[in-house]
Each structure stands twice: as C-alpha cells, then as structure tokens.
C-alpha cells in the first residue's frame, strides 16, 4: 500500500517512539520498518479501503516534506473516492 504512495525503496521519516508494536494483528501486514527493525507502519489485509496506520509524525512536516503531504493526499483521495462511489449507490438506488 504505501509503495503505491510512495514508491519502492527508502523514505526519512521523523520518528519518535515511546512505544512500538511488539505482536502484529492477525489482520495487520507491515508496510514499512526502520533500520534497527521498529515496525514503521502497517495497514490492514484485505481492507475494502485506505487502511494505513504509521508509527511517524507527518503531520509535523507536511508542510515541508514531499512524502509527509504524499501520504496526506493519498488519504483524502481515498475519502474522495469513498464518498464518490456512495453517493454513486445512492443514485443508482433512487
């Protein structure tokens, strides 16, 4: 998924852990990990839509960081369409 955002290979995130995800979900698969193997982020198997959680802060360089906005447009392009296919079922059910 965040391939797909991003592209393949390494991106710099600002990481600041007080926690970290020690035992993955049955429905969760690793999206990225850092050098020293901290799980970065993970989205949700076979989720219907944009399912993504991240162990980084974009919020705090999205502003000034290309992958920070990246993956802020990649969320509400998924809204986007969301909204686009239910308003899409309501029409066609009137």
Same mark, same amino acid.
Not at 60 to 87: C, M, Q
């Given at each position: 998924?965040? @391939? &797909?955002?991003?592209?393949?290979?390494?991106? #710099?995130?600002?990481? =600041? !852990? %007080? +926690? *970290?995800? /020690?035992? =993955?979900?049955?429905? =969760? +698969?690793?999206?990225? =990990? $850092?050098? /020293? &193997?901290?799980?970065?982020?993970?989205?949700? #198997?076979? *989720? %219907?839509a944009?399912?993504?959680g991240? +162990?980084? !802060?974009?919020?705090?360089?999205?502003?000034?960081?290309?992958?920070?906005?990246?993956?802020?447009?990649?969320?509400?392009?998924?809204? %986007?369409? !969301?909204? $686009?296919?239910? $308003? &899409? *079922? %309501? @029409?066609a059910?009137?």
């Open positions: 998924c965040l @391939a &797909g955002v991003f592209g393949a290979g390494d991106i #710099k995130v600002n990481s =600041l !852990h %007080r +926690q *970290a995800i /020690d035992r =993955l979900g049955s429905k =969760l +698969q690793v999206e990225a =990990l $850092a050098t /020293d &193997g901290t799980i970065e982020a993970v989205s949700v #198997k076979e *989720a %219907r944009f399912a993504v991240v +162990q980084w !802060h974009p919020e705090y360089w999205v502003k000034s960081d290309s992958n920070s906005a990246k993956i802020f447009r990649a969320f509400g392009d998924a809204v %986007r369409l !969301h909204a $686009a296919a239910k $308003a &899409g *079922a %309501r @029409a059910a009137e």
